[in-house]
C-alpha cells in the first residue's frame, strides 16, 4: 500500500519562506521521479517542479524558478520543496507526485500553502 505524509504548509506573509515535505512508503522511491504540483480551487492542477530518479537533475516552472527548489532524500524516501520569496499567487494546495519508469502516477494528499499579509 503505497502511502504519502505531507507537511510543512501554513500561513505566511508574501517575501516569507515555508519548506515543504513528503515522506512515500510502500514503494521503492529512489526508484520514482518525484514532483510537485499545485491547484487553486476551481483551476487546473499545475505543474511545479520535478527531480528525477537517476541523477537528481531538477527542473522548475517558470512562475517558480529561482525562488524555490525541489530535493530528495532517497534514504529517508521523502522529497522537498524549499519555497522562498513566496508571493499570494503561491496560494494553492501543494500535492506530493511519485512516477514511475512505466508510467505509473501516485498522489499525495496534499497541503494547503497560503501567502498573505
Known amino acids: 500500500q503505497v502511502q504519502f505524509v505531507e507537511s510543512g504548509g501554513g500561513l505566511v506573509e508574501p517575501g516569507g519562506s515555508l519548506r515543504l515535505s513528503c515522506t512515500v512508503s510502500g514503494l521503492f522511491f529512489s526508484s520514482y521521479a518525484m514532483s510537485w504540483y499545485r491547484q487553486v480551487r476551481g483551476k487546473e492542477r499545475e505543474w511545479v517542479a520535478q527531480i528525477t530518479r537517476g541523477d537528481g537533475s531538477t527542473k522548475y516552472a517558470d512562475s517558480v524558478k529561482g525562488r524555490f527548489t525541489i530535493s530528495r532524500d532517497n534514504a529517508k524516501k521523502t522529497v522537498f520543496l524549499q519555497m522562498n520569496s513566496l508571493k499570494a499567487e503561491d496560494t494553492a494546495v501543494y500535492y506530493c507526485?511519485?512516477?514511475?519508469?512505466?508510467?505509473?502516477?501516485?498522489w499525495g494528499q496534499g497541503t494547503q500553502v497560503t501567502v498573505s499579509s
Open positions: 507526485n511519485a512516477e514511475s519508469r512505466s508510467g505509473s502516477r501516485w
